[in-house]
């Protein structure tokens, strides 16, 4: 598999304008309030068909990244085509809007809200017409210096529509674009945000990946029969039948031949560590995605079974919480078939402890975890699980989880599974604590509405109401990725962040880029 021509300094792109201020017209903007968004994104090159039904199926395939927007931009090599709605996927688009959307290049996203609230404005891509041509921008992650470069930018005369992240870099990107040709202009760019971000582009016709100096946000490279893909997920690119030719390097700009026959890489930004979030494997990828060289299915079952090596207990029936339980379930029972709760290797008359599917899932409710209020998480709870009764009447039962965030789902799953007769409730966690938010994208709550931002693991199981309470250890977690701590981004559960985030203690020594406002242009950073 051809892994593109690597360029290892910037050399020229396309040629642009000079030594004149944007005047960017925003088409499509964020909402107010700087929302932080756990998103998909994606980007085709094709060589001889339209884009626009590979990204509307690879939307499909990053659609549990979010299900309230939906949008594609295209562009046919004269100009660009966009269309952006609320709702799901096939909500969002029928075949006259595919066939609109003229064009064998194309982006594409896929948004759920979160402090921006539910509305159109919220969507993306992101739109932007300039003196030196188009740009359509979709964004996964959150920057922390947005509202100094905000600031600056609207002093040089840029009108911005909202408060959002993703409209000050399809600004700065803008006016870079007409002081630079397009790989120095995406390195200026990088230079100046500071934050979580994956994000795919277009300029007029062209595809670009961009992923943050941390590699905090997934973002991969994939080769179909006639083309080129970039995409938050490999299961995008499964679903085109390509193949994963690797991750988006941290730091790195892929830009993609126009007429799908390649890519070229160019690595702007080279830090000594990662920031990569540990949560994408423990919740929030896909089981079948390859996210940066792990199968998130495998990691999930040795996080599992580190759980059992860990904290294990001896009941009688292991029960998943579907679907994101199921793979820890899996391996923490695998696991306790092999050795005792102490350790021990299980005698073979020992039958050990059965695994079972005991909560059956109504898969037309959406994830508790992303519903925007305390009230429709809590109803949502019973309309998703449905207990079944003859796997656990009578038993000593242990739920597996991915996490405990407010803590409303364990408390009711634990009442669940009493009201149908469990004779005792252990719940077994497959991540650490969560202790303090996440300021990179994914809205988890603030450290009031967090279960564990005050509470002792004790006082959890009590809240929750079960017979014991077990989590994994932060050890655990990078033994299993195979990483370094420092090489994780961890601030969800120890309070400590990769990223200068106001008010916040860090994990490294990390600055955010010095933006100083005022007239004229900006210093640049070495190109």
Avoid at 234 to 245: F, M, N, P, R, Y
């Amino acid at each position: 598999m051809p892994d593109g021509r690597e360029s290892p300094n910037p050399t020229p792109g396309r040629a642009a304008t000079h030594s004149e201020p944007t005047d960017a017209t925003s088409t499509h903007a964020e909402p107010t309030g700087g929302p932080t968004e756990k998103c998909g994104v994606v980007g085709v090159a094709l060589a001889d068909r339209a884009a626009a039904r590979p990204l509307y199926y690879s939307l499909y395939a990053l659609q549990h990244r979010g299900q309230e927007s939906a949008g594609i931009v295209t562009h046919d090599g004269f100009q660009q085509h966009s269309h952006v709605e609320m709702g799901l996927v096939g909500d969002a688009f029928d075949e006259d809007d595919l066939d609109s959307l003229a064009g064998a290049t194309g982006i594409g996203h896929v948004r759920y809200p979160t402090s921006g609230g539910v509305n159109a404005c919220c969507a993306q891509p992101f739109s932007v017409s300039f003196k030196s041509g188009s740009l359509g921008l979709s964004h996964n992650g959150n920057l922390v210096n947005a509202d100094e470069l905000r600031d600056e930018l609207a002093e040089l005369g840029h009108a911005f529509t909202s408060n959002g992240d993703t409209e000050v870099i399809a600004h700065e990107l803008a006016r870079n674009l007409l002081e630079a040709d397009l790989v120095r202009a995406v390195k200026r760019t990088m230079n100046r945000i500071h934050g979580s971000y994956s994000l795919s582009i277009m300029h007029d016709e062209t595809v670009l990946a961009v992923r943050d100096p941390q590699g905090n946000r997934p973002l991969c490279i994939g080769e179909v029969s006639d083309g080129y893909v970039v995409a938050s997920e490999s299961a995008a690119i499964d679903t085109l039948g390509g193949e994963l030719v690797r991750d988006v390097r941290p730091g790195e700009l892929v830009v993609l031949d126009p007429d799908g026959t390649g890519f070229e890489s160019y690595q702007l930004v080279d830090e000594e560590t990662t920031a990569h979030c540990f949560f994408e494997h423990v919740y929030f990828a896909r089981p079948d995605s390859v996210v940066d060289d792990t199968l998130v299915y495998e990691a999930r079952r040795n996080l599992g079974r580190q759980l059992w090596s860990e904290s294990g207990v001896e009941t009688d029936v292991v029960l998943p919480v579907p679907d994101s339980g199921r793979s820890f379930a899996s391996g923490y029972a695998e696991a306790a078939n092999e050795t005792t709760a102490d350790g021990q290797p299980r005698p073979d008359d020992d039958t050990g402890v059965e695994f079972a599917e005991g909560l059956m899932k109504n898969r037309y409710v959406g994830r508790t975890f992303i519903m925007p209020t305390q009230d429709e998480r809590e109803r949502a709870v019973r309309l998703k699980l449905n207990p079944i009764r003859s796997t656990i009447e009578g038993r000593s039962v242990t739920i597996i989880d991915d996490s405990i965030v407010r803590g409303t789902t364990s408390r009711q799953l634990v009442s669940l599974l009493r009201d149908a007769g469990a004779e005792e409730v252990h719940v077994r966690i497959g991540a650490p604590p969560i202790v303090a938010p996440c300021y990179m994208g994914i809205d988890m709550a603030s450290r009031e509405e967090l279960i564990a931002a005050d509470r002792s693991i004790e006082e959890i199981r009590e809240e929750i109401g079960a017979d014991s309470l077990g989590y994994l250890s932060i050890d655990a977690i990078a033994d299993v990725l195979d990483a370094s701590r420092l090489d994780l981004c961890l601030g969800c559960v120890t309070g400590e962040y990769p990223y200068d985030i106001d008010g916040e203690a860090t994990d490294r020594d990390v600055q955010r880029p010095v933006i100083d406002g005022g007239e004229g242009s900006p210093a640049r950073a070495d190109d």
